[in-house]
């Protein structure tokens, strides 16, 4: 069994168990109530035959936050006959995701 942790770490290019074989990009953007949302989503294909979707949105409103809001998230979309927990993840920034990481990689140790 693996954990959505280990495709995360492939595709952020750490050291892991599973490699990437293809990925596939696109780009899009919105005006939603006068703000430019930006969104980019990259499905990820791995050698095990699981296959995960990485998506992140941005707008373009100025922040004076030390990390800025951005939803971002990882989905399994084909479990390739794999066993992956859980299925899905969520962060509200880049700096929760990187915590995030970081304390995963670190409890493994």
Request: contains cysteine; proline residues 2%; hydrophobic residues 35%.
């Amino acid at each position: 069994m693996n954990t959505l942790l280990t495709y995360i770490k492939a595709i952020h290019k750490k050291q892991t168990s599973v490699s990437i074989i293809n990925k596939h990009t696109k780009t899009s953007s919105y005006i939603d109530d006068e703000i430019e949302v930006n969104e980019k989503e990259t499905t990820y294909y791995f050698d095990n035959g699981v296959v995960i979707r990485y998506k992140t949105e941005r707008d373009n409103v100025p922040s004076e936050l030390l990390c800025e809001e951005c939803w971002i998230s990882y989905e399994v979309v084909d479990l390739g006959q794999q066993m992956i927990t859980p299925l899905r993840k969520i962060f509200h920034n880049t700096c929760q995701e990187t915590f995030w990481l970081k304390m995963q990689v670190h409890a493994l140790q």
